[in-house]
């Protein structure tokens, strides 16, 4: 591996102060929210009882992006901090009888996959550990054997909305539930059915009768295929990371394969639900539409155009082959097709609550909107487009069609004179568009704006934190999420080159990664900032920053996607001649004659040796790996069934 030593830094750029005094704000943070929110045992300080399937998502978000921190240069103590919690929600979740052999009973994917972002990072930060290496394996044969129950392999569909370690569960519930009126908060999806006898309208579910029957109906329609299963396939890509299993690409690949048929049958759009025997619309009289979690009700666009790209995204990794993101590609060119231009604020859209608290007075200002949901009148529901679905198909690709399409995304949102704008959602997202305005030189003090918002939200969720003399047994279920102080977003666009992580089941990608090479670790040393600037399809510019007056480090840089590409040669900054620190007679240091240098090579990665207030300019010149290969550096996964601790 090529070792490279940094130049003098004459000044140290204020991003990389920033980015230094972020990572140690929020070690201070987590520590803060452990101790005030969580047992001993990391468990949640609150009763886990449940009257229903739904809840498992909300004790396990709070701590979603702890491992992503730890992977991006977090203390050892957080990644251990991670497991404990993981390991004392989920004795919580078993107690409540909400889990089985440590895996959800089962619930729909749009929620699983929120629950196992936590998983999927602590998979990610520490491949080495065998109890996380064997439960990757046994979550992931829920679905590729079919002994389990959940996946059909004669029709390729996995068999209800509902499933995990109890199999494919009957309905929505173990029980009809009625679905009335009284749901008020629910009002504003509208009718999960629409075509249901005597029910035309919200009102009519005041009518107990009638809010019978719909409940009866949802049970009903409660089984075979719906879209949002595809998430499914990350807990598989999850396990294959591992040690590039063969079967576990060929279901990812044959299942996300199936889909894709079905929306080549459809004009190119995918379908929302498959009956049992294999039929599109089975259930739903023909209809393509309709199903739970579906083009209809409750989100549209934001669960479908989810799963199609988690899992394109997927499909394409274990196969090498980027055609397997063509069918979120006709999603978002299906909506595209119909967009309109209006402001946000003038929209009866059922989730416009965060997009006014995400553009604030900007909301008034025209957009593009594009519809979300489609129905018995056709598409409706309009909104901004979630500006994290092109971006990771552009990420992935960088293929000039996708950036076109996100061009189009991004330069359709409400112009704004306050391009970072100081919110946050549990997501964790949605500053993806100054981030891109930064990689093409429009907004070259991204870095410095964006972090500096960091460092204000992590204050402000330490400030609600030590405001609260609540009970911690009697909050929302939501309330933890809220004041989680992990703030991720920003350190993954400027350190690994990456979006967030897609929310609803997303595997955790980078376009680089680093390793502290005297700990022999994961993650940026301490003292070291890192910053990347350019995102070609065989390039990427980073800058890396030594703040310390007084300690060297070593750090490791390779580009990632989990294997995807590999280096071929490194271009770096030089600077002939400099004399550093220089004599006391001197007011100012010998900054050298600037040049820059290339050198081939085989590795897998680049040394950096960074003295005190050192830097470097480096560039990764990549090309595609030559097959898809497993990327975790871990020993295969052991085939004992034991995997608890």
Not at 337 to 356: F, H, N
Request: overall charge negative; aromatic content about 10%; charged content about 25%.
């Amino acid at each position: 591996m090529e070792t490279i030593t940094g130049v003098p830094a004459s000044t140290i750029p204020a991003w990389a102060v920033l980015q230094r005094r972020l990572f140690d704000d929020i070690e201070d943070a987590w520590r803060l929210f452990a101790a005030r929110y969580t047992h001993e045992d990391g468990g949640v300080r609150f009763p886990a009882v449940f009257t229903d399937r739904d809840g498992v998502d909300d004790l396990y978000e709070p701590f979603f992006n702890w491992p992503a921190f730890y992977l991006l240069g977090g203390s050892d103590e957080v990644l251990a901090a991670a497991k404990r919690h993981w390991n004392g929600v989920t004795a919580q979740l078993t107690a409540a009888g909400m889990l089985t052999d440590e895996y959800e009973n089962g619930y729909d994917w749009f929620h699983q996959g929120e629950s196992l972002l936590f998983f999927y990072g602590i998979c990610a930060a520490d491949p080495g550990d065998p109890h996380f290496a064997a439960r990757a394996r046994r979550f992931a044969e829920l679905y590729t054997d079919p002994a389990a129950g959940n996946y059909d392999p004669e029709h390729n569909i996995v068999r209800a909305p509902h499933n995990g370690a109890l199999g494919p569960r009957p309905g929505l519930n173990d029980v009809v539930q009625p679905y009335s009126a009284d749901l008020a908060e629910m009002e504003r999806y509208g009718l999960p059915l629409e075509y249901v006898d005597g029910i035309e309208r919200w009102s009519d579910l005041a009518d107990p009768a009638r809010a019978r029957a719909m409940g009866e109906a949802m049970q009903r329609a409660a089984t075979g295929d719906v879209v949002v299963n595809l998430a499914a396939t990350s807990l598989v890509a999850n396990r294959w990371l591992y040690d590039g299993d063969p079967a576990s690409a060929d279901w990812i690949e044959r299942y996300v394969g199936g889909w894709a048929q079905r929306a080549r049958a459809n004009g190119g759009l995918v379908p929302d639900s498959v009956a049992p025997d294999g039929t599109v619309g089975g259930l739903h009289d023909g209809r393509w539409f309709g199903g739970h979690y579906g083009w209809t009700w409750p989100h549209g666009l934001p669960s479908v155009g989810m799963a199609t790209v988690v899992s394109g995204l997927n499909a394409a990794l274990v196969t090498g082959d980027d055609a397997h993101l063509d069918t979120a590609r006709a999603v978002l060119d299906a909506v595209l097709a119909e967009a309109i231009v209006a402001p946000v604020a003038d929209t009866p859209y059922s989730l416009r609550g965060g997009w006014l608290a995400r553009l604030g007075k900007d909301a008034e200002k025209p957009g593009m909107l594009v519809p979300h949901r489609f129905g018995r009148d056709g598409w409706f529901d309009y909104a901004p487009m979630p500006l994290e679905l092109p971006t990771w198909l552009w990420w992935w690709s960088r293929g000039d069609a996708d950036r076109e399409r996100l061009r189009i995304v991004r330069d359709g949102l409400p112009a704004t004179d306050e391009p970072v704008k100081p919110f946050r959602d549990k997501a964790e997202a949605g500053h993806e568009a100054p981030w891109l305005d930064f990689l093409d030189g429009r907004l070259p003090d991204y870095p410095e704006l964006a972090l500096s918002m960091a460092l204000g939200q992590v204050a402000r969720r330490v400030a609600m934190i030590d405001a609260d003399d609540s009970d911690p047994s009697t909050v929302h279920l939501h309330f933890w999420q809220r004041v989680n102080p992990v703030v991720t977003e920003v350190l993954t666009q400027l350190v690994s080159g990456a979006p967030q992580v897609l929310y609803n089941g997303g595997l955790p990608f980078a376009a680089v990664e680093y390793e502290d090479a005297d700990r022999g670790r994961p993650g940026l040393p301490a003292d070291v900032a890192a910053l990347v600037t350019v995102l070609d399809r065989d390039r990427i510019e980073l800058q890396l920053v030594n703040v310390s007056p007084r300690h060297a480090r070593r750090v490791v840089v390779r580009p990632s996607r989990f294997g995807r590409a590999r280096l071929t040669a490194v271009g770096f900054g030089t600077a002939d001649g400099a004399d550093y620190p220089g004599p006391t007679t001197a007011y100012a240091a010998v900054a050298g004659r600037q040049g820059h240098a290339l050198v081939d090579t085989d590795a897998n990665g680049v040394e950096v040796l960074l003295p005190p207030a050192h830097r470097i300019d480096l560039v990764l010149v990549t090309a595609p790996a030559d097959a898809p290969a497993h990327h975790r550096g871990a020993p295969a996964i052991a085939q004992t069934a034991d995997s608890k601790e």
